[in-house]
């Protein structure tokens, strides 16, 4: 069935520092990319979509300047967060769509980012 | 986006059917509806999806409403590995998916 490799699961930066996470498609090609943030007893908040090979669309409120997201392939799709503060600590989601199967959406196991 | 109410808790007793309701009384003809499930520290993690017939699969029943404003996933059998957080998600379907844009869910505690 349709894999998305997210890395790392968990990652301590410090702040002012930029942190990237990748999502991978492992076997199959995935058009449109999705990230999510979700905070501790929240739901997931869609934060960006992308398609390869053109910039994201961000929701409402997201950062974009902030929150760099590259989707270079059809299947790789990366999230920078740059100069990460305490409040950008969060747990960060990717899901990915492609040709079929399961609803279409494939989730990563997503990120724990974690800054100090 | 449509949107969905469900239960914020439910809870069950192991090898015990489950029933997760999910309203979206302004759901559109095109709208398929998804459910998820999420386990602690976890992506979510697809169930099962439909948009018109009652559906099934190895994980779960979909059994939708006449009238569509309504459905209810089914777990014929809980286990502990069940408990979850599951959402239930419209989403347009047909050839150009939408995004999946997540309500509350409901928190499934399964005793044993």
């Known amino acids: 069935g349709a894999v998305v490799s997210q890395h790392p699961s968990r990652v301590i930066c410090k702040s002012g520092t930029s942190v990237k996470i990748e999502c991978r498609s492992l076997d199959f090609q995935a058009t449109t990319m999705f990230w999510y943030r979700q905070f501790p007893k929240q739901s997931l908040m869609l934060m960006a979509t992308?398609?390869?090979?053109?910039?994201?669309?961000?929701e409402q409120g997201v950062e974009k300047d902030k929150f760099l997201i590259n989707h270079a392939s059809l299947t790789l799709s990366t999230l920078t967060v740059t100069s990460a503060h305490p409040e950008d600590s969060s747990f960060y989601i990717c899901?990915?769509?492609?040709?079929?199967?399961?609803?279409?959406?494939?989730f990563g196991s997503g990120t724990r980012l974690t800054v100090v | 986006d449509a949107k969905t109410t469900q239960p914020n808790s439910m809870e069950s007793n192991e090898e015990e059917p489950v029933h997760l309701p999910c309203n979206h009384s302004t759901i559109s003809g095109t709208d398929y509806i998804h459910w998820y499930r999420q386990l602690p520290s976890q992506g979510p993690e697809y169930v099962i999806h439909g948009l018109t017939s009652n559906v099934n699969n190895r994980m779960a029943s979909l059994a939708i409403a006449e009238d569509r404003k309504s459905s209810t996933l089914i777990l014929h059998r809980a286990t502990l590995r069940d408990a979850a957080v599951y959402y239930c998600?419209?989403?347009?379907?047909?050839?150009?998916?939408?995004?999946?844009?997540f309500g509350q869910g409901t928190i499934l505690t399964v005793h044993p």
């Open positions: 998600i419209l989403n347009a379907g047909g050839t150009s998916y939408g995004k999946l844009t």
């Open positions: 899901s990915a769509r492609g040709a079929g199967g399961k609803g279409g959406y494939t």
């Open positions: 992308s398609n390869e090979g053109s910039k994201a669309t961000y």
